[in-house]
């Protein structure tokens, strides 16, 4: 019995250090911003915003390839700043909010590209639809104590994803050709994180 307890004790030890090298980081809504922009009319860029949405970081402090991202996004506070247009964007019509009241990104793989460069993988489910994605980042920055004691990180990622992957389909022609809306989507988050 005391060469098992020996045995698990030892366990223990040896992964202690592995457990000690990750660190959690929440993503603070509000010095964070979840943005995008779609194509209007063929001729400019419409852009909005979602308000609310929530967010886990785990940093692997000596093998950042081994980090971990999740991320939600409440549909609801989807922002143009045009409410007219924000609620046909609630609808049926698009995001189908009352049937489908959120969205999430959970990441599978990180890799490094550079200096202070990522690419992170991972499946974005919107519409219930679930497809894997690739986030362009840059950072994370160094960390930084904030006045009342916290310490900070900050990240901006983009990707560009088709609208149509996700059900989100609907349109209207134009007499001059073209369509009101386009299918290409960017999307950037601005995210600042505190660590836990």
Do not use: C
Not at 58 to 85: A, G
Not at 100 to 107: E, H, R
Request: glycine share 6%.
């Amino acid at each position: 019995m005391k060469r098992i307890i020996a045995s698990i004790s030892t366990i223990i030890a040896l992964a202690l250090p592995a457990l000690a090298l990750a660190s959690t980081w929440t993503i603070d809504p509000d010095h964070s911003n979840i943005g995008f922009k779609v194509k209007h009319l063929m001729v400019s860029n419409v852009k909005g915003n979602f308000d609310k949405h929530t967010g886990v970081v785990e940093i692997n402090d000596k093998d950042i390839t081994k980090s971990k991202v999740q991320v939600t996004i409440d549909t609801k506070s989807i922002n143009t700043n045009v409410q007219k247009r924000d609620e046909h964007l609630r609808s049926a019509d698009f995001f189908d909010v009352a049937k489908y009241p959120t969205m999430t990104f959970v990441s599978t793989k990180v890799t490094k590209v550079g200096k202070n460069k990522l690419k992170v993988t991972g499946n974005l489910t919107l519409h219930g639809v679930t497809k894997q994605v690739v986030l362009d980042v840059d950072g994370p920055t160094k960390e930084s104590k904030d006045p009342w004691g916290n310490i900070r990180k900050g990240a901006t990622a983009t990707t560009k994803i088709n609208r149509k992957d996700f059900g989100l389909v609907w349109n209207a022609a134009l007499e001059t050709g073209g369509v009101m809306v386009g299918d290409e989507i960017t999307i950037t988050l601005e995210i600042e994180m505190i660590k836990k």
